[in-house]
């Protein structure tokens, strides 16, 4: 069974600059989370998405950050403009819902250095 | 709000040794349990989990067992490998579906 894709791994952008991160969940995963981890610390909820409507953005900085889940498949979040602040590695996970036993998978994570 | 502390790091010991990253939690209800591992430079992988009170979750020589109690769920394994190097987090998933992470122990095992 295929996980869950991210692209680009990596990515280098000068601050103020825009990036756009894609996410291909586990076929059949209903729900999706975007997540932000900066270095040592624990990953953070940006937002959920439950098919294509959004369960929680409550921790996404709306000013400059921007997900979208058309059609209830694919995602993409996107930064702009970017902060130096913003570096950090960007998860995405899928689960078959909101139920708290579903296990959650995590794809390897884009990985953003504003400079 | 929900959270979870666990063990600073880092953790150096050596192969063979025993492990314990200890975990707390402080939640409302009946939250699940998790411990995920991340590996250098791959994404997060889920180690184990347990879904109620005094279930044990076990996996590649790992265990953690869910203490309402004591509010904890520390992880623990016998023998390490080099190959057990690696961050790992504590995290629980609560009612409103959220998964709330620790920061993370960050575990080096010499041979």
């Known amino acids: 069974e295929a996980g869950v894709a991210q692209s680009p791994r990596y990515k280098i952008i000068e601050k103020r600059q825009s990036v756009a991160f894609w996410c291909n969940p586990i076929s059949g995963h209903a729900t999706l989370y975007w997540y932000q981890q900066i270095l040592g610390q624990g990953p953070k909820l940006l937002i959920q998405f439950q098919n294509n409507g959004v369960v929680d953005d409550s921790q996404l900085p709306k000013d400059r950050f921007s997900a979208e889940r058309l059609k209830g498949v694919d995602s993409t979040l996107k930064i702009q403009p970017a902060k130096l602040e913003d570096s950090a590695v960007y998860l995405c996970a899928s689960s078959l819902g909101t139920a708290g036993g579903n296990t959650i998978y995590f794809g390897e994570g884009s990985w953003l250095t504003v400079v | 709000g929900d959270s979870v502390t666990q063990m600073e790091g880092p953790v150096t010991l050596s192969e063979e040794a025993f492990l314990t990253i200890n975990c707390t939690y402080t939640a409302t209800g009946y939250p699940s349990l998790f411990w995920y591992v991340q590996y250098p430079g791959e994404g997060l992988q889920l180690l184990l989990k347990?879904?109620?009170?005094?279930d044990k979750g076990s996996n590649k020589g790992f265990e953690a067992t869910y203490r309402k109690e004591t509010t904890s769920f520390h992880l623990e394994k016998g023998s390490v490998q080099v190959s057990d190097s690696a961050v790992y987090f504590c995290?629980?998933?609560?009612?409103?579906?959220?998964?709330?992470f620790g920061a993370g122990t960050t575990v080096t095992v010499r041979a």
């Open positions: 995290a629980l998933r609560n009612n409103d579906y959220k998964l709330s």
């Open positions: 347990a879904t109620k009170a005094d």
